[in-house]
C-alpha cells in the first residue's frame, strides 16, 4: 500500500503561481506513474497532469503550457508547479500513484482557490 500526502495548496489571484508537492511512501514500485487531478463540486474528478518513472509526461489540454509536472524518483516526489492561474483552476487537487499492475492509491486533496 502507498500513501500520499500533498501540500501547496492556498488561495492565490488569477496571473499568480502555486506549487503543489505530493511525498509519496510505503510499497513502491520502480515502475509507476504519478500525477495530479482535480475535482470541483458536481463535476466528475479530472486529470491535470501525469507523469511516468521514465519522465514521459501528460497534460490536460487546459493547462497545458501553464502547469508543469515534475518527479524526483530517488525521493519518490511528484510536484506540480502551476502559473497563469485562472479562477477556472480552482478545485481540489488530488495527488494519484499507480502502479505497474494498475493499482492507484489517492492523497487526502488539497484545496486550490484562485480568485478573480
Known amino acids: 500500500q502507498v500513501q500520499l500526502v500533498e501540500s501547496g495548496g492556498g488561495l492565490v489571484q488569477a496571473g499568480g503561481s502555486l506549487r503543489l508537492s505530493c511525498a509519496a511512501s510505503?510499497?513502491?514500485?520502480?515502475?509507476?506513474?504519478m500525477g495530479w487531478y482535480r475535482q470541483v463540486p458536481g463535476k466528475q474528478r479530472e486529470l491535470v497532469a501525469a507523469i511516468n518513472s521514465g519522465g514521459n509526461t501528460n497534460y490536460a489540454d487546459s493547462v497545458k503550457r501553464r502547469f508543469t509536472i515534475s518527479r524526483d524518483n530517488a525521493k519518490n516526489t511528484v510536484n506540480l508547479e502551476m502559473s497563469s492561474l485562472k479562477p477556472e483552476d480552482t478545485a481540489v487537487y488530488y495527488c494519484t500513484y499507480t502502479d505497474s499492475y494498475g493499482s492507484s492509491s489517492w492523497g487526502q486533496g488539497t484545496q486550490v482557490t484562485v480568485s478573480s
Open positions: 510505503g510499497s513502491i514500485f520502480s515502475i509507476n506513474a
